[in-house]
């Protein structure tokens, strides 16, 4: 079974300042559930992990339900239940995982370009890396099309261009992998996220190496079989 361990650390969304402007409480509320999951992710130990996205999963709850009509809060709590999954048993974490993609879907239908493209993005990331059927709901093709989407909105963004050259990593397609991993750090950085930013750019450079590695032996067995 494919697990889904690879999404501990796909949080994408980050709070505009124009969105900041407009409701503060609701801003900085936002941005400590984005700081204690960077911390969670980046700095705890694992083995400590699932206590603290369970602790970390409970505010953002009461955050969407203080905020029914707002999509932050959902896209954040999808955020929470997709990391809480990686650490979570196989069970466990395909309930969570399902759960991530209906609220995403739920704020899909309100505002899919909110938050610079984080929705599609962690849509497209949850069909990549979920088991397809009869597993589960994962499918190549829609995330695919969902990563198109995020490009879109955040061509530039760094985690639009990460997460979808992982996709094509996963894909075989390490070139195309290595174009989006650049444009990754090259991205510019993202106010108040340094932990999350720093990291994100460290797993950057990892998956670039793997993929100039797999590209180096694949030429290397085309030009023997000349």
Known sequence: MKLILTLMLFACALVSPAYAATDSGLGNRIADIQHRWARISYQMPEGQRADAFDKLEKRADALTS?????????????????SHAAVAGPFSALKMAERARDLLLEAEQKDPTALNGSIPTSLGTLYAKVPGWPLGFG????ARAYFHKALKVNPDGLDPNYFYGQFLY???????????????????DRPGRPLADKGRRQQARALMAKAQSELGSHDAVAGFTR
């Open 66 to 82: 203080e905020y029914p009509d707002r999509v932050e809060p959902r896209v954040w709590k999808a955020i929470v239940l997709s």
């Open 139 to 142: 499918s190549d093709d829609k």
């Open 170 to 188: 996963d894909q075989g397609d390490y070139r195309g992998a290595l174009e989006h991993l650049r444009k990754a750090l090259d991205a510019p």
